[in-house]
């Protein structure tokens, strides 16, 4: 495969992507980025594809979680290390109710893009283009910040460089012991508020107890001690995607070099779409959000293309599916039959956040605890009574005490938001309402481990 055919998206419909008025700036931004090391290498991403593909297969399960959107102003070593931190529980507590590894990827390193509802946002009469994430204008409402600068790609490839390196370090470097993490576990079970789940954490305290016990520690066996951990994002802005796509030189093989898994959103699966172009070239894993407009034909057409025809290649395609806590029944059944009629290996997992999202009665865009929990046992549900698998949950989050999504232990209500509201586009869960998810998470799984993910490797 030839370098020259990643650019035939550019021959295809734009779609959530901003015009560049200094054509000579862009040229020369992407002239670097084609110059940079890439941030991921192919290797790295066959690795994930072949963990993917036990997902599909009931044989491990998927934890993708992070950033809305990553801001240039609150990167810090704090907000990674705290972000991790937490992705480490929710996979411990994960694979204790699944009894398979749980694959860790985070929303992180990358994912600086957003789409948007309306092309241009006005206040008080002054009318200005909508924030579209650092890595293409700044949040301020002024007209120089909402100016698209492609320099801005750039820094997002500085700061995405930055954060793999120090979660390599993290999830090498004795950051990740098991001890360590349950004990942080052990920390919030210790609160009145989550009593509930003492025991989970109690047994799990046993196990690590046995495993010490049978002469294990993280010293003389690794896997106690480090853990694989995969970066994601939305592929969006397609100059950044394209500037950090390299060639293998062992295969041929296009890979992106941006992520080790990219996806394409709601918004841009137009499947004569630049984005379905790009992304139906590299050899990443690649995901599609799949929302209540996705048709059933539609996703025949886009199943066929990101696949290239092998509907056999498990842990290429994974399926995002985006409804609304209340319009998962009328959805998502009728998307796993065409699966099922395809005859095609996809990992399929919740996003239960972006259909979700609501307006306060205080004027906060949030997302209602009860409501996440609520498509999340939807899909488990639809899932055991298909008799198909419910491969892993996709969560927007973040490592820190932020007030933007309701409910929880905490009992967040619409009036504790503008405490702590930091996201620059969509509400978060917190560090604690995530932890929690994990271990309601792990009851469903607890649940229909033998109806479901059990079968599923007969």
Request: glycine share 8%; charged share 25%.
């Given at each position: 495969?030839q370098?020259?055919?990643?650019?035939?998206?550019?021959q295809?419909?734009?779609?959530?992507?901003?015009?560049?008025?200094?054509?000579?700036?862009?040229?020369a931004?992407?002239?670097?980025?084609?110059?940079?090391?890439?941030?991921?290498?192919?290797?790295?991403?066959?690795r994930?594809?072949?963990?993917?593909?036990?997902?599909?297969?009931?044989?491990?399960?998927?934890?993708?979680?992070?950033d809305?959107?990553?801001?240039f102003?609150?990167?810090?070593?704090?907000?990674?290390?705290?972000?991790?931190?937490?992705?480490?529980?929710?996979?411990?507590?994960?694979t204790y109710?699944?009894?398979?590894?749980?694959?860790?990827?985070?929303?992180?390193?990358g994912?600086?893009?957003?789409p948007?509802?309306?092309?241009?946002e006005?206040?008080?009469?002054?009318?200005?283009?909508?924030?579209?994430?650092d890595?293409i204008?700044?949040?301020?409402?002024?007209?120089?910040?909402?100016?698209p600068d492609?320099n801005?790609?750039?820094?997002?490839?500085?700061?995405?460089?930055a954060?793999?390196?120090?979660?390599r370090g993290?999830?090498?470097?004795?950051?990740?012991?098991v001890?360590?993490?349950?004990?942080?576990t052990?920390?919030?079970?210790?609160?009145?508020?989550?009593?509930?789940?003492?025991?989970?954490?109690?047994?799990?305290?046993?196990?690590?107890?046995f495993?010490r016990a049978?002469?294990?520690?993280?010293?003389?066996?690794?896997?106690?001690?480090?853990?694989?951990?995969?970066?994601?994002?939305?592929a969006?802005?397609?100059?950044?995607?394209?500037?950090?796509?390299?060639?293998?030189?062992?295969?041929?093989?296009l890979?992106a070099g941006?992520?080790?898994?990219?996806?394409?959103?709601?918004?841009?699966?137009?499947?004569?779409?630049?984005h379905?172009?790009?992304?139906?070239?590299?050899?990443?894993?690649?995901g599609?959000?799949?929302?209540?407009?996705?048709?059933?034909?539609d996703?025949?057409?886009?199943?066929?293309?990101?696949?290239?025809?092998?509907?056999?290649?498990?842990?290429?395609?994974m399926?995002i599916?985006?409804?609304?806590a209340?319009?998962?029944?009328?959805?998502?059944p009728?998307?796993?039959?065409?699966v099922?009629e395809?005859?095609?290996?996809?990992?399929?997992?919740?996003?239960?956040?972006?259909?979700?999202?609501?307006?306060?009665?205080?004027?906060?865009k949030?997302r209602?605890f009860?409501?996440?929990?609520k498509?999340v046992?939807e899909?488990f549900?639809?899932?055991?009574a298909k008799?198909?698998?419910?491969?892993?949950?996709?969560?927007e989050?973040?490592g820190?005490?932020?007030?933007?999504?309701?409910?929880?232990?905490?009992a967040?209500?619409?009036e504790d938001?503008s405490?702590?509201?930091?996201t620059?586009?969509?509400?978060?869960?917190?560090a604690?309402?995530?932890?929690?998810l994990?271990?309601?998470?792990?009851?469903l799984?607890r649940?229909?481990?033998?109806?479901?993910?059990?079968?599923?490797?007969?």
């Amino acid at each position: 495969m030839q370098m020259s055919g990643i650019s035939s998206w550019r021959q295809r419909e734009r779609i959530q992507m901003p015009v560049y008025t200094d054509a000579a700036a862009l040229r020369a931004v992407e002239d670097r980025l084609r110059a940079l090391p890439p941030l991921v290498f192919a290797d790295e991403a066959r690795r994930l594809k072949s963990e993917l593909a036990a997902v599909s297969r009931g044989q491990a399960f998927l934890l993708q979680g992070g950033d809305c959107a990553e801001s240039f102003e609150q990167f810090g070593t704090e907000q990674v290390r705290d972000f991790f931190k937490v992705i480490l529980q929710m996979a411990m507590v994960l694979t204790y109710g699944a009894k398979v590894p749980v694959v860790k990827v985070g929303r992180i390193a990358g994912q600086f893009a957003k789409p948007r509802s309306a092309p241009t946002e006005t206040v008080n009469d002054v009318e200005l283009p909508s924030y579209r994430g650092d890595i293409i204008n700044g949040f301020d409402f002024s007209e120089a910040a909402r100016a698209p600068d492609p320099n801005r790609m750039i820094e997002a490839y500085t700061q995405a460089a930055a954060t793999l390196n120090l979660l390599r370090g993290l999830s090498k470097g004795g950051f990740a012991d098991v001890n360590k993490v349950h004990a942080w576990t052990l920390d919030w079970t210790a609160e009145d508020k989550a009593a509930d789940y003492r025991a989970i954490a109690g047994a799990l305290q046993d196990t690590l107890d046995f495993i010490r016990a049978a002469g294990l520690s993280p010293r003389k066996a690794e896997e106690l001690a480090t853990v694989d951990f995969y970066s994601s994002h939305e592929a969006l802005l397609l100059e950044y995607e394209e500037g950090l796509t390299r060639v293998d030189p062992q295969t041929g093989d296009l890979v992106a070099g941006s992520g080790h898994l990219i996806w394409i959103g709601d918004r841009t699966r137009q499947p004569d779409g630049a984005h379905v172009e790009f992304c139906r070239q590299v050899i990443n894993p690649i995901g599609l959000k799949c929302g209540p407009t996705t048709s059933n034909e539609d996703l025949k057409v886009l199943i066929d293309k990101l696949m290239g025809g092998n509907l056999d290649d498990a842990g290429r395609l994974m399926l995002i599916t985006r409804f609304g806590a209340d319009n998962v029944e009328d959805h998502l059944p009728r998307l796993i039959d065409t699966v099922e009629e395809m005859g095609a290996k996809v990992v399929w997992t919740c996003d239960p956040m972006h259909g979700n999202t609501i307006k306060s009665a205080t004027g906060y865009k949030t997302r209602p605890f009860e409501n996440v929990l609520k498509e999340v046992q939807e899909f488990f549900r639809i899932h055991a009574a298909k008799g198909t698998v419910p491969g892993g949950v996709h969560f927007e989050m973040t490592g820190q005490d932020v007030t933007e999504c309701t409910g929880g232990l905490r009992a967040l209500t619409d009036e504790d938001l503008s405490d702590r509201y930091h996201t620059a586009c969509d509400p978060r869960l917190n560090a604690s309402q995530a932890l929690e998810l994990a271990f309601l998470v792990n009851q469903l799984m607890r649940n229909t481990k033998g109806d479901v993910m059990t079968a599923a490797t007969a």
